[in-house]
């Protein structure tokens, strides 16, 4: 059920979280959206990569398009066992840094604050 997934999004800085159609979890940097996931069967987790790892994930099984995202380079895993839990957790961390990179400096700012004083 992703619940390594969960807890690392969660982890990172300045992350808020709401709940949207069927129980999906979204995460948020500065209000801008870079992960869902749905811990409901069919468990599915979807996130922002950058253009070249869309191609690279999208031609993998299990690995799609996500719906209504794709254009903006989002994939989403449809099953757990698609990707270990370092490699997902490494392109989550990766979705949270391009999400955070378009925010205004002084919110950018303000959140590496956070992370030097949680360091």
């Known amino acids: 059920m992703f619940d390594n997934a969960l807890d690392f999004c969660r982890s990172l800085p300045a992350v808020t979280t709401d709940k949207k159609?069927?129980?999906e979890l979204r995460f948020f940097v500065g209000e801008k959206l870079?992960?869902?996931i749905s811990p409901d069967p069919p468990c599915r987790v979807s996130f922002k990569c950058t253009?070249?790892?869309?191609?690279?994930?999208i031609a993998k099984r299990g690995i799609v398009p996500a719906p209504h995202l794709a254009r903006y380079h989002?994939?989403?895993?449809?099953?757990?066992?698609?990707m270990p839990g370092p490699e997902l957790e490494h392109f989550l961390h990766e979705a949270y840094d391009l999400i955070l990179g378009t925010l205004p400096?002084?919110?950018?700012?303000?959140?590496?604050?956070?992370?030097?004083i949680n360091a």
């Open 21 to 23: 159609w069927d129980n």
């Open 34 to 36: 870079f992960c869902m």
């Open 51 to 57: 253009t070249s790892h869309y191609h690279q994930l």
């Open 74 to 82: 989002w994939v989403q895993l449809q099953q757990e066992d698609v």
């Open 105 to 116: 400096s002084y919110e950018q700012e303000a959140i590496q604050k956070m992370q030097k």
